[in-house]
Structure formats: structure tokens, C-alpha cells
């Protein structure tokens, strides 16, 4: 794989000043932001992100306001308590996206916030605290125990929130690929270790957080 010198050279040439560069870069947040974001706006993400998987993104955030009413502002303590009958009704409402299976999967991971709640003390404790060294350990973590987190969403989800991370898009896997790092998207805890072990030999050499780094080595290909 190319070192980081290559990485910013490139992009410096693509881009023609540093400043134009830093324009254009993520800016993650700190940890104490992350865990100063509520538990309920925690919800309120991880199920905008669930929702907006395979839609157009505006079309999702138009219709959001209504999903805050109808989910309580997303107070984890009281969408827990919202059982099934209550979702088939939701799928009456034209004000919603009437997706069933993303409906249910907003009182589980109010579950997951609450159990999280009381084993960190919040859902922002967890975020903030886990090391970007081991991001793709996250993206597990949040599969395993939330609902419909799998694939891209997990670290789509924490790129909303703020929290530093690569995520996978097909410029940056194809760029991957074109370093030798992996032969396809990477789904296996192998080739997901050797990209997280990219990412940190990279920003060892710069400094930079992932998600900067995720951004630059997208432009590298395709373009």
C-alpha cells in the first residue's frame, strides 16, 4: 500500500491548494460532544439512518418531523413500550414512511439504548469512548446488538453522529483495491482488520482522523 505522503500529494494535486483540501475534509466530533448528545437523539439517528437506507435521502428527512411526533421524541423509555398493535397502526399514517420491518426495528433499538443506558451510563459514553484504532469493532458491536445496523448502516450512522470513521463507500473500497489492501468490499473479519490496520498506518503518518482520511482516498479513484 501507498503511504501517506502519497495520499496527500495526490489529493493536494486534485484539489491545487491545502486550503481548497480542508475545505472540502469531515470534521469529527470530540468525545465530550458525543457524549453530550442525548440518548434520544441518539434514536432519533440511528432510526433516520435505518429509514433512509435505499431512499432518497430528502425524501426521508422531509417526513422526520412526523416521525418525532409519532415516536415521542424518541424518548428510549417511552418507545420501548410501543407494542405491535401500535406499529400496524403507524402503517395507516401517510405522514410515515409505512415500512413495517424498519417501524419494529425503532422500540428494539430503544432497547438496545436503555441496556446500553445502564451498563455506560448513556448511549453517547459508549460512542465517545470507543477507540477509532478499532472502529470496525464498533460497527460490530452495533450490528450485533441493535436492529437492522448490518452492513453500510452501522458506520453511515455513526458518520451522522459525528463519531471518527472510514466508511465503505465503492470509491473507497475500488481505491482499496487498487492499493492491494483488499480484493473485494470488505465484509469478513479479515479484510476488515487489514483496512482498519490502513487506516491507523495512515493516520500514524498524518495525524489526520479516519474520516479525513476515509474522504481522501475516495478521490483517488474514479475521478
Not at 470530540?30 to 435505518?50: F, K, M, N, T, W
Amino acid at each position: 500500500m501507498r503511504d501517506y505522503k502519497w495520499l496527500h500529494a495526490f489529493c493536494l494535486n486534485r484539489f491545487g491548494s491545502e486550503k481548497a483540501l480542508q475545505a472540502m475534509l469531515p470534521q469529527p466530533c470530540s468525545e465530550a460532544e458525543l457524549r453530550a448528545l442525548s440518548d434520544d437523539r441518539y434514536l432519533s439517528l440511528i432510526s433516520l439512518r435505518i429509514f433512509r437506507a435505499g431512499l432518497k435521502h430528502s425524501l426521508v428527512d422531509a417526513k422526520w418531523p412526523a416521525f418525532e411526533e409519532v415516536f415521542f421524541g424518541f424518548d428510549p423509555e417511552k418507545v420501548v413500550l410501543m407494542g405491535g398493535e401500535r406499529l400496524e397502526n403507524l402503517m395507516q399514517d401517510a405522514r410515515l414512511i409505512r415500512h413495517l420491518g424498519k417501524l419494529k426495528s425503532v422500540p428494539r433499538n430503544a432497547q438496545f439504548i436503555l441496556d446500553v443506558r445502564r451498563e455506560k451510563g448513556s448511549f453517547g459514553a459508549l460512542v465517545a469512548d470507543w477507540p477509532a484504532s478499532d472502529i470496525v469493532g464498533l460497527w460490530k458491536y452495533l450490528a450485533k446488538h441493535g436492529s437492522q445496523l448490518g452492513g453500510l448502516s452501522a458506520p453511515r450512522f455513526l458518520r451522522m453522529v459525528g463519531k471518527d470513521t472510514f466508511v465503505p463507500t465503492d470509491d473507497m473500497v475500488a481505491a482499496l483495491k487498487a492499493q492491494g489492501i483488499i480484493d473485494k468490499a470488505p465484509t469478513s473479519q479479515k479484510d476488515l482488520a487489514a483496512v482498519q490496520a490502513a487506516f491507523n498506518q495512515w493516520h500514524a503518518e498524518s495525524g489526520r482522523p479516519l474520516c479525513q482520511l476515509s474522504v481522501m482516498l475516495a478521490h483517488t479513484v474514479n475521478h
